[in-house]
């Protein structure tokens, strides 16, 4: 494998159980709502609510909608499907707040990912988080779940005004932490968000196929699992 000077790592379902974590605050969320009232079983309700979340994070990556769109409608959406539910938006954005309130408490990382990090850290990389996660959440999460000593910088969407896959992201990320494009690996489980834009920029790619899609994407890179990463990094 080529020699690289910086990593640049997605953090949501690549490092941290995002979505591990996300079910289990769903489900406690409907719990404490008491949403059971609404809908004859839970899935009527998350699996709705998982199929909004991935349509609206696309398009705010892609920045068709702003944050604040996203954090409302992808409850009201769903919310919407329950009898005799009517949700408003100052309901929505209560749940909103509760549910990313359960979500920040949760630690889970996705597996090998502190293998990974822990490997990394030994080999001396430099680490550098890429997220188009809002500011309040992603260092929280990091602390939460222990990890957010392994990072030498945090690059958010937020800060750079530009989501990934935007190139002018990659182009700030590279700026901010003074990496170059050819010797930098950028590490993700998104093809459009972490894979296309930078590769857009010259940065080489490794996908993280951890949803094990059927795609034909173009990455320098592909491992199924993130221990595989140490294998390539291990051969010359
Ligand atoms: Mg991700």
Redesign the pocket.
Same mark, same amino acid.
């Given at each position: 494998m080529k020699k690289y000077a910086d990593l640049f790592i *997605?953090f *949501? /379902?690549?490092i941290y159980d995002t979505r591990g974590n996300a079910e289990l605050a769903l489900a406690e969320l409907y719990e404490a709502r008491q949403w059971g009232r609404y809908f004859d079983r839970p899935e009527d309700f998350t699996v709705p609510y998982w199929k909004t979340n991935a349509e609206l994070w696309e398009a705010y990556s892609l920045g068709k909608i702003p944050r604040d769109y996203l954090i409302v409608e992808r409850f009201r959406r769903p919310l919407s499907l329950g009898h005799g539910l009517h949700p408003d938006k100052a309901y929505c954005l209560e749940v909103s707040d509760e549910f990313l309130g359960l979500c920040n408490l949760k630690s889970a990382l996705v597996p090998g990912a502190r293998e990974l990090l822990d490997y990394f850290s030994a080999k001396g990389y430099p680490m550098h988080i890429c997220s188009n996660g809002f500011h309040e959440t992603q260092q929280r999460k990091a602390e939460v779940s222990g990890t957010a000593h392994y990072f030498k910088s945090m690059i958010l969407s937020e800060d750079a005004g530009h989501n990934k896959p935007s190139e002018a992201f990659y182009r700030y990320a590279l700026r901010m932490t003074g990496a170059k494009p050819e010797t930098t690996l950028m590490i993700? *489980?998104?093809l459009l968000t /972490?894979m296309s834009g930078a590769r857009a920029v010259g940065i080489d790619t490794l996908y993280f196929n951890r949803w094990h899609t059927d795609d034909r994407e173009e990455v320098t890179y592909r491992v199924d699992r993130l221990t595989d990463i140490i294998t390539l990094f291990e051969q010359d």
């Open positions: *997605d *949501d /379902d690549t993700g *489980d998104n /972490d």
